[in-house]
């Protein structure tokens, strides 16, 4: 295993060996293990998405392939779960492939996970349960997860229905949370890594800036349009159906707005045609992202070119650490203050 030396100590990066207190954030059909396996090389704690390998003979190799490319460094598997049990669900299979693959750390999310603790934690798989919002979080500590990540309003993909943002999160979740926590929602800077510290997480999730990496396979137009966006180019939908989704604003996502804005009672099955994943991974393959639920949060700001995943990293290092220093100044200049 690769000992990263750790120039900001955290409870995440001293339970993963991390160099970097940053989770990538699962990404549907694009969290592989060329993607992830980068993530653990760089330092950071990364999962390969579950569900874009809906086999799982496709997924016992991807998580093999992952093993032999991280270089003895830690990865996980995202498991994000359907809201409730439904005929030929195979999420106890995931986890039970999870174990038998010796690895240690999944990402859940979508529903409780509580049903699955006991075989987990029998295996010593640590679980990070995601959440749109602190009381969440407080009821997935209660269960006896090891961590939660709570991602705020301006993430991309699931940010819940209470659109609570992130600086409020970190603080809510410092004064009530016991156990490690980590603020994702558009994070994309090292100086919001830093904040996060400072209010008591963890350590930051980090989605959209991770999107334009050499490591993600998605096509090079995708990438090129994300960089041409800003901060204000995503549309939120689907909260008509509970399900809201903060997406790259394009043609499916105004379409889908006027629906919900014109017509009532509407169900997933009226949505279905327009919002199916399937669309999105096309976008991914063809680069035309005219179509399809792109998911991208306000960091986009904070997306600039393309680039090895470890050279982002070492950005979002550089940028934390000079934000802890100059936090340090402050504290410094303080005590001069109270000292004359």
């Given at each position: ?45 990364g ?10 003979d496709d ?73 749109p919002a ?10 006896g ?32 949370l ?5 603020i ?22 980090i989605g959209?800036?991770?999107l ?8 090079e ?15 939120l ?35 279905l ?24 949060g ?5 997306v ?11 950005e979002?290092?550089?940028q934390?650490?000079?934000?802890i ?16």
């Amino acid at each position: 295993m690769t000992t990263h030396t750790t120039s900001i100590a955290t409870p995440l990066t001293e339970m993963f060996n991390l160099r970097l207190p940053v989770i990538a954030g699962g990404l549907m059909w694009l969290s592989d293990a060329n993607y992830v396996s980068a993530a653990a090389r760089a330092g950071i704690l990364g999962f390969i998405t579950a569900a874009s390998f809906p086999e799982e003979d496709d997924l016992r190799a991807e998580i093999r392939k992952c093993r032999e490319l991280s270089e003895g460094n830690t990865f996980g598997v995202n498991v994000s779960m359907l809201p409730k049990l439904v005929p030929g669900e195979k999420t106890e299979d995931v986890f039970r492939l999870i174990i038998e693959e010796g690895v240690k750390v999944v990402e859940t999310s979508g529903r409780n996970p509580e049903a699955y603790l006991p075989m987990l934690k029998e295996a010593g798989v640590k679980v990070i349960h995601k959440v749109p919002a602190v009381k969440y979080a407080l009821k997935a500590q209660s269960i006896g997860v090891d961590a939660v990540s709570i991602v705020g309003a301006e993430c991309g993909g699931h940010p819940g229905m209470d659109m609570i943002g992130s600086f409020v999160n970190s603080a809510m979740a410092l004064e009530q949370l016991d156990i490690p926590f980590t603020i994702g929602g558009g994070v994309g800077h090292g100086a919001q890594i830093a904040a996060a510290l400072t209010m008591g997480a963890a350590g930051a999730v980090i989605g959209t800036k991770f999107l334009v990496a050499e490591e993600i396979w998605a096509h090079e137009d995708y990438k090129q349009r994300l960089i041409a966006a800003k901060e204000t180019d995503t549309a939120l939908i689907m909260s008509s159906i509970k399900n809201t989704v903060r997406a790259l604003a394009n043609d499916t996502t105004a379409e889908v707005q006027t629906i919900e804005r014109t017509e009532d009672n509407i169900t997933i099955q009226r949505l279905l045609p327009l919002i199916s994943g399937q669309i999105g991974k096309k976008a991914y393959e063809t680069g035309d992202c005219s179509k399809g639920v792109l998911s991208a949060g306000h960091s986009l700001a904070f997306v600039h070119a393309i680039a090895p995943l470890n050279d982002i990293v070492t950005e979002l290092e550089t940028q934390a650490l000079q934000a802890i220093e100059r936090a340090a100044s402050l504290h410094a200049t303080l005590k001069m203050s109270k000292a004359s």
